[in-house]
């Protein structure tokens, strides 16, 4: 069927995996008409000859069998295939001169894709608009092709496509960017349907925003809105009390609209007040798919941007009473990574919790429970409605893994928790390999509700010689700061002096000076560790130089050598440091400055100037900065949020303000 194809000596190609001997069977399977068959050749293909993107020899041996295949109207998912042909002429070789091969290789079949354009197939025409856009014969050939496809297409699951390739075009061929701007125009007005409307308008944004309506937000939820209706409607004629619409209505699900508001809000960019406005009317909207689109969507703007988003968690919340499971399931994930910033939300989900004890755990495949959405969303935000759904499975006989770490957001309204996490946590076998991984959570708990009844099983977390720890050796930092968080440094005073000889000493030494005050027993234990320690136990020997104070004058030139030519992680502490030590600001200002550039460190920096007081004011700028943009401190490139996330960025905008009220 595929001419030619074994006259290839495919056995001296190779791709990502090898020998390109297989690659023949797989070209054939395209054609195959089982569908499980087709779908494991095109995988194999991508995974093989397009692994990562990449162009090999073989991928270029394989670029005049794919463009046969898809001229052929009786080979299936062709569409697929000039989607392959799109990425191979877009894709990377191992060498610079073998991407440029595939390039020209896909851009001379350019008359192949202009004839697919119109191919009775919508999947082929949609997948062709897109290569017409990227491999011209020449540009005002393929400006003339789209313009008329434009005009005789009536499908409206291919004029969006169309409307993308129009973009792209505008994009890359500057010259021609008018008149396709002028396409796009026209069809972002009546009387085109809502859907291709809406795929205009995206384009528009992303393009020419000089040419957007003014009234761009409510157009864009009115054409959502008639999008939705038209498409029930057509539902109801084709489908109406099967099976298949009966799941449909159940698991709401619209990707072509997804892919179209996911368009315009990426274009709206740092317009934070617009695309708020924008997934209020997506949220508040009929349709039930709408608002499963704009549940994900305010995923996105919530981890990468910065605004007020007191209407849209509210409506968020309101999803959760709402009959379909997805709907309900996405609102409840988003929820949950929220924090304290779904307090709106709050009532809905406290409502859920208690309708739904089915829902307070979640078992993974061939895993232990952990905490179910809804109750983890309620107990992240810090309502301590939660507490009596958490207190029950505390009490049952496998309480979900890591509970603690979401009820420690409660702060001290988990004092009624605190019998059974000091259960709990008097139970774990100390020996276990597991120790720290139990015993974490719950402390992370009990130092949030700062219960001092809670000492005695902290205190057995550091039983035994120091250096025979075993299992809980991880975790010590962490027992010895609940003590401390507890008031309780005093009692632990035997074992945090064993602990001097450790590699944890500086953390006891710490915790004995908050103890006791006696800077003869700690100071040269937070030397030693200070020059000697490795990079977390230099760390934390710098934060307890800054605890002694004046009384730790001798390590200012350790302190001002990491300062120096130290990593930031190490120079922050360092410089925090010296300024309690002997409160001069200009050692210290120009490390902070310099560490500001790194968003991971600006926490650490603004909590250090939060603690210079006044004498931060020749920083204040860099705090004004970051409270006037947009954009989260550790968005990544395209807008979505890394770690710390959410919770790093407000606890940072919280230290802002802090800083500019003291300065």
């Not at 209020?280 to 909207?285: D, I, K, P, R, S």
């Not at 030590?581 to 902070?592: A, E």
Request: positive net charge.
């Amino acid at each position: 069927m595929i001419t030619g194809i074994d006259e290839v000596d495919w056995a001296s190609l190779r791709h990502a995996h090898g020998s390109a001997e297989d690659v023949p069977g797989r070209l054939r399977a395209l054609a195959s008409a089982d569908t499980a068959e087709r779908a494991t050749a095109l995988d194999g293909l991508y995974t093989a000859v397009h692994h990562e993107g990449r162009v090999y020899d073989a991928t270029l041996a394989c670029i005049p069998f794919l463009f046969a295949l898809a001229a052929r109207a009786e080979v299936p998912d062709r569409g697929c295939l000039v989607e392959l042909l799109v990425s191979i002429g877009e894709g990377s070789g191992e060498s610079a001169d073998r991407g440029r091969r595939a390039r020209e290789a896909v851009r001379a079949g350019a008359a192949s894709f202009a004839f697919l354009a119109a191919d009775p197939d919508p999947a082929v025409r949609r997948a062709a608009a897109g290569a017409v856009a990227r491999f011209p014969d020449t540009p005002d050939r393929a400006l003339e092709l789209l313009r008329r496809r434009l005009r005789e297409e009536r499908d409206d699951r291919v004029v969006p496509a169309l409307a993308e390739a129009l973009g792209l075009f505008a994009d890359r061929h500057p010259a021609h960017a008018g008149a396709a701007l002028d396409c796009l125009a026209e069809l972002s007005a009546p009387p085109y349907p809502p859907g291709p409307r809406l795929a205009a308008l995206g384009q528009l944004a992303l393009r020419a925003p000089g040419r957007l309506p003014a009234d761009l937000v409510p157009t864009a939820v009115r054409l959502l809105r008639e999008r939705s209706a038209h498409r029930d409607r057509a539902r109801e004629r084709d489908g109406t009390g099967t099976l298949v619409d009966r799941i449909r209505r159940l698991r709401p699900s619209d990707e072509e609209g997804a892919a179209l508001l996911r368009t315009l809000h990426s274009a709206l960019g740092d317009r934070v007040d617009a695309r708020i406005a924008l997934l209020t009317g997506q949220l508040a909207g009929p349709d039930p798919a709408d608002r499963c689109n704009a549940v994900w969507l305010s995923a996105a703007l919530f981890r990468g941007w910065r605004g007020d988003y007191g209407e849209p968690v509210r409506l968020l919340g309101a999803q959760l009473s709402d009959e379909h499971d997805r709907l309900r399931e996405a609102a409840v994930a988003v929820l949950a990574e929220l924090f304290a910033l779904a307090a709106p939300a709050a009532d809905d989900l406290h409502a859920l919790v208690a309708a739904r004890p089915d829902l307070w755990t979640h078992r993974w495949e061939r895993g232990r429970p952990a905490l179910g959405g809804p109750l983890k969303a309620l107990a992240r935000s810090g309502d301590p409605r939660a507490v009596p759904a958490l207190a029950q499975l505390l009490a049952g006989p496998a309480a979900p893994d890591g509970l603690g770490w979401d009820a420690a957001h409660l702060g001290r309204a988990a004092a009624p928790l605190v019998p059974a996490l000091r259960h709990r946590l008097g139970r774990i076998p100390l020996a276990s390999p597991a120790a720290a991984r139990s015993a974490a959570p719950l402390l992370a708990a009990l130092r949030a509700a700062r219960d001092a009844a809670a000492v005695p099983e902290v205190l057995r977390l550091l039983s035994g010689a120091p250096d025979g720890l075993g299992a809980r050796d991880a975790l010590v930092g962490q027992a010895v700061g609940t003590l401390e968080e507890l008031g309780a440094a005093a009692q632990a005073s035997p074992r945090l002096r064993a602990l001097l000889h450790t590699r944890h000493a500086a953390v006891a030494a710490g915790a004995l000076w908050s103890a006791d005050g006696d800077a003869a027993a700690v100071l040269p234990v937070l030397l030693r560790e200070v020059t000697q320690a490795g990079p977390e136990g230099r760390r934390a020997a710098a934060r307890g130089l800054g605890r002694l104070g004046p009384a730790a004058r001798s390590a200012v030139p350790a302190l001002r050598l990491i300062a120096r030519s130290g990593p930031v992680r190490e120079r922050i502490p360092a410089v925090c440091a010296l300024w309690r030590i002997d409160p001069d600001p200009d050692p210290v200002l120009p490390v902070l400055r310099a560490a500001w550039a790194q968003p991971r460190a600006r926490l650490p920096v603004a909590r250090c100037l939060v603690a210079l007081g006044t004498a931060a004011a020749p920083l204040r700028a860099l705090t004004e900065a970051e409270l006037a943009s947009p954009r989260r401190h550790t968005a990544r490139e395209g807008g979505h949020g890394g770690t710390p996330g959410i919770p790093g960025d407000e606890a940072l905008l919280r230290a802002c303000r802090e800083v500019l009220a003291a300065t």
